[in-house]
């Protein structure tokens, strides 16, 4: 083994992702460098890379279903080549095709799911593309359980209790109307994410034996009016098609099925 490379490349080498990165970001580098003599030294002509084929002498290993790669040292003589081609990509073409992270206010698996999903089950779901509950949820719409798991290799109980979970209502807001001349001018408004509520469909919702006011309703989610008393309590809601959930009004709450 090459003791010239640094502990991490020698024990297991680096992941692939790192390594084109550290490969483009250098040729990033390359590329401003160009930028500034042309501008700087106001020069007519001068040259560019037109495209990079790079054949590397590596030894390629699979550790938890991520690709990592050790460069051979000399004498090593039965790596692996791999073969890699770059070519340059303008930025509308960047912006077009990268995943808008600006858009994405779901909560990630992490924060949605929490203990209910391991290290290595969010791994897996990332590999199909599902990085927030909104993308797990729609996914389970479209396409079921059963090919999510097959998809991702998930055993089907581990994933019927995050699907269980994602699916629960969670307070995704909570708004104060503020006063008037000393009196209130409006209750609390609380805006409760519910992914597996149905279309149409309000769900009845109550706290401390009183009825809580539905007052708005949208996609997968609804606004309730509580009165300040219920504020920080219990409330219990029924969607009428499936077990009643109970979820406390605080600001980040999530919802769990109340045994019967």
Same mark, same amino acid.
């Given at each position: 083994m090459n003791s010239s490379l640094p502990p991490l490349v020698q024990d297991q080498g680096l992941p692939f992702d790192l390594l084109l990165q550290a490969l483009t970001a250098q040729l990033d580098k390359a590329q401003a460098a160009?930028?500034?003599?042309? #501008?700087?030294?106001?020069?007519?002509?001068t040259f560019a890379l037109k495209d990079i084929n790079i054949d590397l002498r590596a030894y390629v290993r699979v550790v938890n279903d991520e690709i990592y790669v050790r460069p051979a040292g000399p004498g090593e003589?039965?790596?692996?080549?791999?073969?890699?081609?770059? =070519? =340059?990509?303008?930025?509308?073409?960047?912006? +077009?095709?990268?995943?808008?992270?600006?858009?994405? =206010?779901?909560?990630?698996?992490?924060e949605a799911l929490g203990d209910a999903i391991s290290d290595e089950d969010e791994r897996r779901?990332?590999?199909?593309? /599902?990085?927030?509950?909104?993308?797990?949820? +729609?996914?389970?719409?479209n396409a079921g359980a059963d090919v999510i798991a097959r998809l991702s290799r998930l055993p089907v109980n581990r994933l019927?209790?995050?699907?269980?979970?994602?699916?629960?209502?969670?307070?995704?807001?909570? &708004?104060?109307?503020?006063? /008037? &001349?000393?009196? &209130?001018?409006?209750?609390? #408004?609380?805006?409760?994410?519910?992914?597996?509520?149905?279309?149409?469909?309000?769900?009845?919702v109550r706290?401390?034996?009183?009825?809580?006011?539905?007052?708005?309703?949208? %996609?997968?989610?609804?606004?309730?009016?509580p009165m300040a008393?219920?504020?920080?309590? %219990?409330?219990?809601?029924?969607?009428? %098609?499936?077990? =009643?959930?109970?979820?406390?009004?605080? +600001?980040g709450a999530i919802g769990e099925a109340v045994s019967p």
């Open positions: 160009m930028a500034i003599k042309a #501008r700087v030294a106001q020069l007519p002509l003589q039965d790596a692996s080549v791999l073969k890699m081609a770059f =070519t =340059t990509i303008t930025k509308p073409m960047i912006e +077009e095709n990268a995943v808008d992270f600006a858009a994405q =206010t779901a909560p990630s698996l992490r779901l990332e590999q199909i593309g /599902v990085r927030n509950v909104q993308q797990l949820n +729609e996914l389970r719409r019927q209790q995050a699907l269980l979970k994602a699916s629960a209502p969670r307070v995704s807001h909570i &708004e104060s109307g503020g006063s /008037v &001349e000393g009196r &209130e001018a409006m209750g609390h #408004r609380v805006t409760v994410q519910a992914p597996g509520m149905r279309i149409g469909r309000l769900p009845r706290a401390a034996g009183l009825d809580v006011p539905v007052v708005a309703s949208g %996609d997968e989610q609804f606004v309730l009016a008393i219920q504020m920080g309590e %219990d409330v219990e809601i029924d969607f009428g %098609d499936g077990p =009643t959930q109970r979820l406390r009004l605080a +600001e």
